[in-house]
Nanobody
Framework: QVQLVESGGGLVQAGTSLRLSCAAS????????MAWFRQAPGKEREFAAA????????RYADSVKGRFTISRDNAKNTMYLQMSNLKPEDTAVYYC???????????????????WGQGTQVTVSS
């Protein structure tokens, strides 16, 4: 398994931007499809964005499309989530996740990913 550590969360005002990072160690980072999920208080963990092992393919939840950008740097074993025009409803703990490379579309289900970070809190004030 790969070990994942998120960073970059914080308290920000609505309309501003924030960039999250996910540093990976252990197994070969480029072997994995990667994703960001988030979990708000009292709600289930939900998919936000995913990226293919080479970074050439991405997928977004409708709620973040056009505002969030997922990227990765395999040379640095790091994945990013650039979040712009943040809204109070974006408030959540954000988790990065790694899963096996698959044929077909990028996966959006929690069960499709088997390595998880500890999460980083993002709070957006109105």
């Amino acid at each position: 398994q790969v070990q994942l550590v998120e960073s970059g969360g914080g308290l920000v005002q609505a309309g501003t931007s924030l960039r999250l990072s996910c540093a990976a160690s252990g197994r070969t980072f480029s072997s994995y499809e990667m994703a960001w999920f988030r979990q708000a208080p009292g709600k289930e963990r939900e998919f936000a964005a995913a990226i293919s092992w080479r970074g050439g393919s991405t997928r977004y939840a409708d709620s973040v499309k056009g505002r969030f950008t997922i990227s990765r740097d395999n040379a640095k074993n790091t994945m990013y989530l650039q979040m712009s025009n943040l809204k109070p409803e974006d408030t959540a703990v954000y988790y990065c996740a790694a899963g096996p490379r698959r044929a077909g579309p990028l996966q959006i289900g929690v069960s499709s990913y088997d390595s998880w970070g500890q999460g980083t809190q993002v709070t957006v004030s109105s």
